[in-house]
């Protein structure tokens, strides 16, 4: 009895550090999806202080960046989404600096510490998970904000390979589809000429495979779900499935009430529809 009491007692006050089970980070990723940066941010350094060698704290910090980046630019929006010069070739103007700085300083931290992870352990989940979301997010703003799309694509590539390592570790982590569904995406709503100039190099994009790929990142993910949720939505607008889009937004009103966005889509969704006459 004198030596399992230990190990109770060890197993009483132990927390595994894991995706999914840190309170700072699934805090500052709601603050994130409520548009209040500055104090996800907070909570994202909290957790860097807390856990110095976790590469999942400059990784959500880089993220309340670059969704700060777009919420300036409307990109996660449909008035954007639905408009091919803007979605396949980038916003109108140019990013903000001073947080371009501040994102690449947070991502190119979280992958220097998830490097080191890989190095010693080409398995580690968390690491895959972060090389993940920041080859992904590397390829949005190239494409999104900095209007480089060939380097979007391949970082697209990249950030899809990353997920796909991580699947196959990792069947459970449903963030590891969303890379995966959104390069799949993205790269077949691009022309058909340069989609052919693609394939010569390997890229290929299926919208249903890459719908049906963000569809398992919205019902298995955890930090990138209501992201998920949110490009699925827009892209059930762009292919005319009112149904679908319908079903999107009441599930992120249900996550996220408090959401900004969420209430602005509402609010155009319903005048939409009731200028074709549906309910």
């Known amino acids: 009895m004198r030596k399992i009491f230990p190990l109770l007692l060890l197993l009483a006050f132990w927390r595994p550090v894991l995706p999914g089970a840190a309170r700072e980070l699934d805090t500052g990723f709601q603050l994130l999806y409520n548009l209040r940066f500055q104090q996800a941010r907070e909570q994202f350094k909290q957790w860097q202080h807390l856990h110095p060698d976790d590469p999942m704290g400059p990784t959500a910090e880089a993220a309340a960046y670059l969704f700060e980046e777009f919420e300036r630019h409307n990109v996660l929006t449909s008035e954007f989404f639905l408009d091919d010069d803007r979605l396949l070739g980038g916003i109108k103007g140019k990013a903000d600096e001073t947080r371009k700085k501040a994102f690449n300083s947070a ?17 580690d989940v968390t690491a895959l998970l972060v090389m993940t979301i920041t080859t992904g997010m590397q390829s949005d703003y190239a494409s999104l904000i900095e209007k480089r799309q060939l380097e979007s694509l391949r970082l697209a590539r990249k950030a899809s390979d990353y997920g796909s390592r991580l699947l196959a570790v990792a069947p459970h982590m449903g963030d590891g589809y969303m890379a995966l569904g959104t390069a799949n995406y993205i790269i077949a709503c691009l022309p058909a000429y340069k989609r052919l100039f693609l394939r010569i190099g390997g890229i290929r994009g299926d919208k249903r495979a890459g719908m049906h790929q963000l569809a398992l990142a919205a019902e298995h993910g955890h930090y990138l779900k209501p992201f998920a949720k949110m490009m699925l939505f827009l892209a059930s607008l762009r292919e005319k499935q009112p149904g679908a889009a319908r079903r999107w937004l009441a599930e992120l009103e249900a996550d996220l009430p408090e959401s900004p966005v969420v209430r602005r889509e509402r609010a155009r969704l319903d005048l939409a529809l009731a200028a074709n006459g549906a309910e």
């Open 107 to 123: 991502n190119a931290r979280a992958a220097e510490l998830a490097g080191r992870r890989l190095a010693s352990h080409p398995r």
